[in-house]
């Protein structure tokens, strides 16, 4: 009973062993700007597509049913402001950060967790190349850049999909629309806040994923299994870092 109580401790303590060597191998040069770069392209613009279709179809939800729980009160023209902040406050950085973790977290961890079953990460070490420097820190920074885009962009699709709903379809008044989504939102309150959340739940899919490809056992079974744990636990941390957060900004 004291192992398995001791084993989650000790794993936990050994992937913050893990983030703090990766953030102490950071040097500022052409090479690490460059493969960063290069993985912002791979995990964020890829990531793109599925992120403004989703955000496009949560705003026509949020919309509808925004729309039918305030008309009961006679304040349908209030779905604007509702959207919005529950956009920027919450969903937009939570759904943004899973869906991350769906598409680009399993993503790393497969490559490099295939990579160490290939033997490419001991022949970086052979080579006295830091594999922590060359593999895990640039994808860890594109997750931390990426992640705050591509909450942007959900945002945006959100609203348009919201507008394009209740204009539309429910025929309410575009410039009442834009004119309470602009009062009622505030840029400290609401927009900075999700770009925070949305940095950090950036570095945990990114950290996470890095830890479990450089953890995983050099087998198919163990780079799945890492897979598997990447989207499961950074979407647990999301959630739990979230609620933190918010109880704190509130």
């Known amino acids: ?3 398995r109580w001791l084993s989650p401790v000790a794993e936990t303590g050994r992937a ?4 703090l060597r990766m953030l102490a191998a950071i ?3 052409p090479r690490l700007a460059g493969e960063t770069l290069r993985q912002v392209y791979l995990v964020g613009a890829r990531s793109l597509i599925i992120i403004m279709i989703c955000g496009f179809f949560v705003g026509m939800v949020l919309s509808l049913q925004a729309i039918n729980a305030l008309a009961q009160f006679g304040a349908a023209d209030q779905v604007s402001l509702l959207v919005g902040k529950s956009l920027f406050r919450e969903l937009g950085p939570v759904l943004t950060a899973l869906l991350f973790a769906g598409r680009a977290g399993t993503a790393i961890a497969a490559e490099i967790g295939l990579m160490k079953a290939t033997s490419q990460v001991d022949a970086m070490e052979l080579m006295a190349i830091d594999p922590v420097q060359r593999v895990a820190l640039p994808r860890f920074l594109a997750g931390l850049l990426s992640v705050p885009l591509l909450t942007a ?9 919201a507008m394009v709903f209740a204009i539309g ?3 309410l008044d575009a410039g009442i629309f834009w004119s309470k989504l602009q009062t009622g939102v505030r840029f400290g309150d609401d927009l900075v806040g999700g770009i925070c959340k949305s940095v950090v739940f950036g570095g945990i899919v990114s950290a996470t994923a890095t830890w479990y490809g450089f953890s995983a056992r050099p087998t198919g079974a163990g780079v799945a299994t890492a897979t598997t744990n990447t989207v499961v636990i950074s979407s647990v941390l ?7 957060m918010s ?3 509130t």
């Open 247 to 249: 109880s704190f900004f």
């Open 16 to 19: 913050a062993l893990f983030v």
């Open 1 to 3: 009973m004291g192992a």
């Open 27 to 29: 040097r500022p040069g």
């Open 169 to 171: 379809v429910m025929g």
């Open 153 to 161: 962009m959900f945002c945006a699709m959100a609203i348009l999909g």
């Open 238 to 244: 999301v959630l739990v870092v979230d609620f933190i």
